[in-house]
């Protein structure tokens, strides 16, 4: 019956998502993928693109990295990795990531925080206090240079809400 019903649906195979475990990682963005279940009886794949569906992602997969592939159109020639594994799975952090836009990319006003490198570093913004230690002045043209070191005010508490200027900007 099995028989049968591949040669009369032969992308029958195809149309489901299947786990693997990343084999190599390739220069190009692409990565050589082991079925995790050996018993199921799937091929290797190779040069297997991730398309993570989310616009502007782009991510490295760390080798060993447990994956789900599907299959564009149920055709053989053109899988890709759909998804990575849960927290906790091999692999789940990548490598790398980046977000890129080619306006701005925005975290919500509900968020309670933004935590970028694990969150040790503090971004001073417009309006925030701070401390200024072993700082020197310098003289200008109609302006001044102050050099010294800065550090966040933590005894001071900051008004709730955006600072005075109304937004914060970033970029490094």
């Known amino acids: 019956m099995a028989a049968i019903i591949r040669k009369a649906i032969p992308w029958i195979g195809y149309a ?20 995790v279940d050996i ?9 297997v693109p991730f398309k993570p569906g989310i616009p502007g ?9 447990f994956v789900y592939v599907g299959f564009i159109n149920h055709r ?18 990548p490598s790398s990531s980046q977000v890129d836009a080619s306006g701005a990319i925005t975290v ?10 694990g969150g040790y570093a503090r971004v001073l913004r417009d309006g925030d206090p701070i401390n200024m230690i072993a700082a ?12 010294g070191f800065l550090t966040f005010d933590n005894t001071a508490a900051p008004a709730p809400g955006p600072p005075p200027t109304g937004f914060w900007t970033v970029k490094a």
Request: charged share 10%.
């Open 108 to 117: 919500g006003h509900a968020s309670s925080a933004v935590n970028l490198g």
């Open 76 to 93: 053989a020639d053109r899988p890709f990795i759909v998804n990575v594994a849960a927290p906790g799975d091999p692999g789940f952090t």
């Open 39 to 47: 018993t199921a009886g799937l091929p290797p794949l190779s040069n």
């Open 136 to 147: 020197t002045v310098t003289p200008g043209a109609g302006s001044g240079v102050v050099k």
């Open 16 to 35: 489901a998502i299947y786990e693997y475990s990343v084999a190599t990682v390739n220069g190009d963005g692409t990565y050589d993928l082991r079925a």
């Open 57 to 65: 992602l782009t991510t490295t997969l760390q080798a060993g990295s």
